[in-house]
């Protein structure tokens, strides 16, 4: 395995897949890094919606809003997985909020969504976050029940090509020491 900076800086978002299936030893690891990924008080909040059925995914890549850069890669990608959390238990102490920003899903989600795309790159794939869809809709498709919220569709599989690495701010840029 490479230095895990070298993975860090090497990932990029993968449009265009190869479509070599991904097997389920690699598929396992992959989730073997979401299962241990941090979240608030160990909550594990994440359910984790793995879809490879063709039909299925040609019905998700119909809600992607008009222009997604993604939209070719939900069915070419062999995999889509969607990122979903159960909702009031993150950032939840007896069923009461206990934070300024009320549920920590979405943190917890970002956390376990950065395991699976440095795994996934580390063991040689390509994944694409995608957000801008009708989770709604998407719901529906995968089943998703109430109490469950959807946030992000991932194309996962071999990439076709490479990408290059856009710029990134110079660590002075966004650092601030003692105040802002």
Not at 45 to 67: A, F, N, R, Y
Not at 160 to 173: F, L, M, N, Q, V
Request: proline share 5%; aromatic share 8%.
């Amino acid at each position: 395995m490479e230095n895990m900076m070298d993975i860090i800086k090497s990932r990029r978002s993968i449009r265009n897949f190869d479509s070599k299936d991904v097997p389920q030893e690699v598929l396992d690891q992959i989730m073997e890094a979401v299962r241990w990924s941090p979240s608030w008080a160990n909550t594990q909040c994440w359910e984790i919606m793995i879809v490879k059925d063709p039909e299925t995914k040609k019905k998700l890549q119909e809600t992607l809003s008009k222009g997604n850069p993604a939209t070719r890669a939900i069915v070419e990608a062999p995999i889509v997985v969607g990122m979903c959390g159960k909702l009031k238990s993150s950032g939840y102490y007896k069923d009461q909020v206990t934070t300024k920003f009320g549920d920590w899903f979405m943190f917890d989600l970002g956390l376990a969504t950065q395991n699976l795309c440095l795994s996934a790159h580390a063991l040689g794939l390509g994944t694409v976050i995608t957000g801008l869809f009708d989770h709604d809709k998407v719901k529906e498709i995968l089943g998703i029940p109430e109490g469950v919220e959807l946030v992000s569709l991932i194309p996962l599989g071999y990439p076709a090509r490479g990408t290059s690495a856009p710029k990134r701010r110079e660590i002075s840029e966004f650092t601030h020491y003692d105040k802002y």
